[in-house]
């Protein structure tokens, strides 16, 4: 079991920057693929960005040279710095943690809320 909890979301402005974050715990952080998901009002959810166990990452065009995500395996932690933000970036935020055993084991955050204004 991987226990995900987010923070860090809020009411922002366009234009500018903020962090969030989402501590792991519940097995060894190094062996678990990171991501960060999210769902826009009336959307499904999408895929922002992944970083796997080795710091391989990859990006959805959406966010692509605005969204940076990051990983500190001594800390349990990944982030997700946000910069130039868009009212279309207005979702539920979550975090994703993939372990691969035998079979794929995904767990999700509670996810917290990123509200742009104009």
């Known amino acids: 079991q991987v226990q995900l909890v987010e923070s860090g979301g809020g009411l922002l402005q366009a234009g500018g920057s903020w962090r969030l974050s989402c501590a792991a715990s519940?097995?060894?952080?190094?062996?678990?693929?990171m991501g960060w998901y999210r769902r826009a009002p009336g959307k499904e959810r999408e895929s922002v960005e992944l970083?796997?166990?080795?710091?391989?990452?990859n990006y959805a065009d959406s966010v692509k040279d605005r969204f940076i995500i990051s990983r500190d395996n001594a800390k349990n932690m990944v982030y997700l710095q946000m910069n130039s933000l868009k009212p279309e970036d207005t979702a539920v935020y979550y975090c994703?943690?993939?372990?691969?055993?035998?079979?794929?084991?995904?767990?999700w955050g509670q996810g917290t809320q990123v509200t742009v204004s104009s």
């Open positions: 994703n943690a993939r372990v691969v055993l035998d079979r794929i084991n995904t767990y």
């Open positions: 519940g097995r060894p952080f190094n062996t678990i693929d």
């Open positions: 970083i796997t166990r080795g710091g391989s990452s």
